[in-house]
Protein backbone atom coordinates (compact mmCIF):
# COMPACT_ATOMS: atom_id res chain seq x y z
CA UNK A 1 0.00 0.00 0.00
CA UNK A 2 1.17 3.89 -0.26
CA UNK A 3 1.43 4.54 3.35
CA UNK A 4 3.65 1.49 3.74
CA UNK A 5 5.78 2.69 0.81
CA UNK A 6 6.27 5.91 2.51
CA UNK A 7 7.29 4.02 5.54
CA UNK A 8 9.88 1.90 4.21
CA UNK A 9 11.25 4.91 2.60
CA UNK A 10 10.99 6.55 5.25
CA UNK A 11 13.42 3.61 7.62
CA UNK A 12 15.71 3.56 4.11
CA UNK A 13 16.20 7.21 4.52
CA UNK A 14 17.21 7.18 8.06
CA UNK A 15 20.99 6.17 7.54
CA UNK A 16 21.54 8.85 5.10
CA UNK A 17 20.42 11.62 7.32
CA UNK A 18 22.74 10.40 10.01
CA UNK A 19 25.53 9.85 7.40
CA UNK A 20 24.66 14.03 7.07
CA UNK A 21 24.77 14.41 10.76
CA UNK A 22 28.32 12.68 10.99
CA UNK A 23 29.39 15.21 7.77
CA UNK A 24 28.63 18.23 9.60
CA UNK A 25 26.25 18.58 7.30
CA UNK A 26 23.17 19.79 9.73
CA UNK A 27 20.93 21.87 8.07
CA UNK A 28 20.76 19.07 4.80
CA UNK A 29 20.17 16.88 8.34
CA UNK A 30 17.45 19.44 9.57
CA UNK A 31 15.48 19.37 6.45
CA UNK A 32 15.20 15.86 6.30
CA UNK A 33 14.02 15.00 9.53
CA UNK A 34 11.10 17.41 8.95
CA UNK A 35 10.51 15.88 5.40
CA UNK A 36 10.28 12.42 7.53
CA UNK A 37 8.11 14.03 9.97
CA UNK A 38 5.86 15.44 7.05
CA UNK A 39 6.00 12.01 5.34
CA UNK A 40 4.96 10.28 8.55
CA UNK A 41 1.53 12.75 8.94
CA UNK A 42 0.81 11.83 5.41
CA UNK A 43 1.09 8.22 5.46
CA UNK A 44 -1.26 8.39 8.55
CA UNK A 45 -3.75 10.46 6.81
CA UNK A 46 -4.09 8.28 4.10
CA UNK A 47 -4.13 4.83 5.92
CA UNK A 48 -7.16 6.62 7.83
CA UNK A 49 -8.57 8.12 4.80
CA UNK A 50 -8.45 5.50 2.21
CA UNK A 51 -8.92 3.03 4.58
CA UNK A 52 -5.68 1.27 4.20
CA UNK A 53 -4.58 0.64 7.18
CA UNK A 54 -2.73 -2.91 7.87
CA UNK A 55 -1.17 -5.37 10.58
CA UNK A 56 1.96 -4.64 9.06
CA UNK A 57 1.72 -0.89 8.79
CA UNK A 58 0.90 -0.98 12.48
CA UNK A 59 4.76 -2.90 13.14
CA UNK A 60 6.53 -0.91 10.54
CA UNK A 61 5.07 2.31 11.24
CA UNK A 62 6.72 2.53 14.83
CA UNK A 63 9.77 0.49 13.71
CA UNK A 64 10.83 3.44 11.57
CA UNK A 65 10.61 5.92 14.27
CA UNK A 66 12.56 3.89 15.94
CA UNK A 67 15.05 3.73 13.38
CA UNK A 68 15.71 6.91 12.95
CA UNK A 69 15.73 7.96 16.92
CA UNK A 70 18.57 5.89 16.76
CA UNK A 71 20.30 6.63 14.22
CA UNK A 72 19.80 10.00 15.49
CA UNK A 73 21.10 9.01 18.84
CA UNK A 74 24.07 7.31 17.48
CA UNK A 75 24.82 10.19 14.93
CA UNK A 76 25.15 13.17 17.28
CA UNK A 77 26.77 11.39 19.96
CA UNK A 78 29.77 10.55 17.65
CA UNK A 79 29.48 14.29 16.93
CA UNK A 80 29.75 15.00 19.96
CA UNK A 81 26.45 17.00 20.39
CA UNK A 82 24.83 14.34 23.05
CA UNK A 83 27.10 12.81 25.93
CA UNK A 84 27.71 9.26 24.90
CA UNK A 85 26.36 8.48 28.48
CA UNK A 86 22.83 9.25 27.38
CA UNK A 87 22.95 7.62 24.40
CA UNK A 88 24.09 4.48 25.75
CA UNK A 89 21.25 4.54 28.00
CA UNK A 90 18.68 5.23 25.09
CA UNK A 91 19.96 2.88 22.51
CA UNK A 92 20.73 0.34 25.40
CA UNK A 93 16.79 0.49 26.66
CA UNK A 94 15.60 -0.07 23.07
CA UNK A 95 18.12 -3.00 22.88
CA UNK A 96 17.11 -4.62 25.98
CA UNK A 97 13.68 -4.36 25.03
CA UNK A 98 14.08 -6.04 21.16
CA UNK A 99 15.71 -9.04 22.81
CA UNK A 100 12.71 -8.98 25.61
CA UNK A 101 10.09 -8.80 22.91
CA UNK A 102 11.85 -11.89 20.80
CA UNK A 103 11.43 -14.37 24.03
CA UNK A 104 7.74 -12.76 24.41
CA UNK A 105 7.09 -13.50 20.86
CA UNK A 106 8.30 -17.29 20.83
CA UNK A 107 6.18 -17.71 24.57
CA UNK A 108 2.75 -16.17 23.81
CA UNK A 109 2.92 -17.86 19.98
CA UNK A 110 -0.33 -19.56 19.83
CA UNK A 111 0.69 -23.69 18.90
CA UNK A 112 1.78 -24.91 16.78
CA UNK A 113 4.76 -22.80 17.59
CA UNK A 114 7.19 -22.81 14.43
CA UNK A 115 9.79 -20.49 12.93
CA UNK A 116 7.62 -19.79 9.78
CA UNK A 117 4.55 -18.72 11.87
CA UNK A 118 6.90 -16.64 14.55
CA UNK A 119 7.79 -14.53 11.28
CA UNK A 120 4.20 -14.30 10.25
CA UNK A 121 3.33 -10.75 11.33
CA UNK A 122 -0.30 -11.62 10.26
CA UNK A 123 -0.24 -13.95 13.87
CA UNK A 124 -0.39 -11.63 16.28
CA UNK A 125 0.39 -13.07 20.48
CA UNK A 126 0.69 -9.74 22.51
CA UNK A 127 -0.28 -6.49 22.67
CA UNK A 128 1.97 -3.99 23.95
CA UNK A 129 0.20 -1.15 25.80
CA UNK A 130 2.83 2.14 26.66
CA UNK A 131 3.06 2.92 29.50
CA UNK A 132 2.34 7.03 30.64
CA UNK A 133 6.30 6.96 31.46
CA UNK A 134 6.89 5.64 27.91
CA UNK A 135 4.81 8.39 26.36
CA UNK A 136 6.73 11.41 28.07
CA UNK A 137 9.51 9.97 27.28
CA UNK A 138 8.88 9.54 23.33
CA UNK A 139 8.22 13.32 23.64
CA UNK A 140 11.36 13.97 25.32
CA UNK A 141 13.23 11.73 22.86
CA UNK A 142 11.47 13.84 20.11
CA UNK A 143 12.20 17.52 21.58
CA UNK A 144 15.46 16.35 22.19
CA UNK A 145 17.08 15.21 18.99
CA UNK A 146 15.17 17.94 17.33
CA UNK A 147 17.01 20.85 19.66
CA UNK A 148 19.94 19.03 19.54
CA UNK A 149 20.51 19.08 15.64
CA UNK A 150 18.75 22.30 15.60
CA UNK A 151 21.50 23.87 18.16
CA UNK A 152 24.56 23.77 15.68
CA UNK A 153 22.04 25.57 12.73
CA UNK A 154 20.82 28.35 14.84
CA UNK A 155 24.85 28.93 16.74
CA UNK A 156 23.06 27.24 20.14
CA UNK A 157 26.02 25.89 22.28
CA UNK A 158 25.20 21.95 23.17
CA UNK A 159 25.66 22.79 26.66
CA UNK A 160 22.92 25.35 26.99
CA UNK A 161 21.23 24.93 30.20
CA UNK A 162 17.57 24.12 28.51
CA UNK A 163 19.35 20.99 26.49
CA UNK A 164 21.44 20.47 29.66
CA UNK A 165 17.96 20.04 31.61
CA UNK A 166 16.43 18.03 28.40
CA UNK A 167 19.18 15.62 28.74
CA UNK A 168 18.54 14.91 32.29
CA UNK A 169 14.59 14.62 31.74
CA UNK A 170 15.45 12.24 28.88
CA UNK A 171 17.82 9.79 30.39
CA UNK A 172 15.40 9.96 33.75
CA UNK A 173 12.40 8.46 32.08
CA UNK A 174 14.37 6.65 29.44
CA UNK A 175 15.02 4.70 32.62
CA UNK A 176 11.61 4.46 34.29
CA UNK A 177 10.17 3.54 31.26
CA UNK A 178 12.54 0.79 30.36
CA UNK A 179 11.94 -0.58 34.21
CA UNK A 180 8.13 -0.07 33.91
CA UNK A 181 7.64 -2.26 30.70
CA UNK A 182 9.12 -4.92 33.08
CA UNK A 183 7.61 -4.42 36.48
CA UNK A 184 3.49 -3.59 34.67
CA UNK A 185 1.29 -5.94 34.61
CA UNK A 186 -0.33 -3.99 32.12
CA UNK A 187 2.27 -2.81 29.51
CA UNK A 188 1.76 -6.22 28.09
CA UNK A 189 -1.24 -8.02 27.38
CA UNK A 190 -1.24 -11.64 26.43
CA UNK A 191 -4.03 -11.84 23.55
CA UNK A 192 -6.82 -14.57 24.59
CA UNK A 193 -7.66 -16.95 21.67
CA UNK A 194 -10.63 -14.88 21.15
CA UNK A 195 -8.55 -12.07 20.38
CA UNK A 196 -6.05 -13.58 18.47
CA UNK A 197 -9.01 -15.29 16.18
CA UNK A 198 -10.37 -11.55 15.83
CA UNK A 199 -7.16 -10.22 14.81
CA UNK A 200 -6.01 -12.75 12.28
CA UNK A 201 -7.32 -11.36 8.48
CA UNK A 202 -9.83 -14.14 7.25
CA UNK A 203 -9.30 -15.18 3.55
CA UNK A 204 -11.52 -13.40 1.26
CA UNK A 205 -13.82 -15.90 -0.76
CA UNK A 206 -14.24 -14.87 -4.40
CA UNK A 207 -17.07 -14.98 -5.72
CA UNK A 208 -18.14 -18.63 -8.22
CA UNK A 209 -18.50 -18.06 -11.62
CA UNK A 210 -22.03 -18.82 -12.91
Not at 115 to 123: A, E, G, K
Not at 134 to 150: D, E, G
Request: contains cysteine; proline residues 6%.
Amino acid sequence: TIPNALTMARILSSPYIGYLIIQGQYEWALGGCIVFGLTDALDGYIARRYNMRSFVGSIIDPMADKVLMTTLTLALAYNGLLPSVLAVVIVGRDVALSLAAVVIRWATLPTPKTWRRYFDLSIPSVEVRPTLVSKCNTVLQLVLMAATLAAPVFGVPVDAVGLTALQWATGATTVASGVGYLVSKDAVHRLTKAEVAKRIPKPRILPKNK
